[in-house]
């Protein structure tokens, strides 16, 4: 289980595991915070290869069987 903190989730770079459509490179450009109790709301991954994003639960991330925490082979 990959360990994260949400304050330093922005500009954090992932891998997947299982890609698809050869987007294996990821790196969180969004995080909304949610005011009143500082949980986050939402996330959006960046596809490193195409620029496509995609809005995810953020913990998603912590599922190590489909991601990596950093940029791997």
Not at 37 to 43: I, Y
Not at 55 to 70: K, Y
Request: proline share 3%; net charge negative.
């Amino acid at each position: 289980m990959n360990k994260i903190n949400p304050k330093k989730l922005l500009q954090s770079k992932w891998t997947a595991l299982q890609p698809k459509q050869k987007q294996k490179h990821f790196i969180v450009v969004d995080v909304e915070f949610d005011d009143a109790d500082a949980t986050v709301e939402s996330c959006t991954l960046e596809a490193v290869l195409t620029r496509a994003q995609y809005d995810i639960d953020w913990h998603e991330l912590t599922d190590d069987t489909r991601w990596v925490f950093g940029w791997k082979s």
